[in-house]
């Protein structure tokens, strides 16, 4: 998996792709970059812990 952080025109996003290249997952936008980059290493970090329920 890769986190790309984009710029939507004044406001910043991350989106999480597959190795094929597929995007997984697009993320909320965030007024400036540092804060969707925060976003997704919080979600980096925490993956690990994750489960899946249902």
Known sequence: MVFYVERSGIQWFFKITS????????????????DAVSAAQLIINQAGGASIVG
């Open 19 to 34: 190795s094929n290249g597929n995007t997984l997952a697009h993320s909320e936008n965030y007024h400036n970059h540092a």
